[in-house]
């Protein structure tokens, strides 16, 4: 009973309208642009388009002051060794494979 009096109250009922109205506004202020192939550079297997189940973590390891990105690659079961995990170093806001250098 509580919530149908409220839904009915006016103030509320404005309250929403103006909501929706902000958020239809407000769909234009942001645009995304795919630039993957400018802001991933590693070798095909493990781009984009590698679809291997992964956990990733991220710190600045080499206090440069750009977030860098670690890809664990899981193994399937408990077989060791398998799938390569990846290492991206953030050089300029360019995420580039860097794992034969330093991992």
């Given amino acids: ?25 407000m769909a234009d202020w942001i645009h995304f642009v795919d630039q993957t ?24 390891l080499n206090n440069n002051g750009w977030v860098d990105l670690v890809a664990m690659r899981k193994q399937p079961g408990t077989s060791p060794g398998l799938r390569t995990n990846r290492l991206f170093m953030n050089e300029q806001g360019v995420l580039v494979d860097r794992t034969a250098e330093y991992a």
Avoid: K
Wanted: hydrophobic share 45%; proline share 4%.
């Fill in 1 to 25: 009973m509580y919530q149908r009096t409220l839904l009915r109250s006016p103030a509320v009922a404005a309250i929403g309208c103006a909501a929706g109205l902000s958020a239809i506004s």
């Fill in 37 to 60: 192939d400018q802001r991933l550079i590693t070798d095909a297997p493990f781009g984009a388009e590698d679809f291997q189940e992964r956990d990733y973590a991220w710190a600045d």
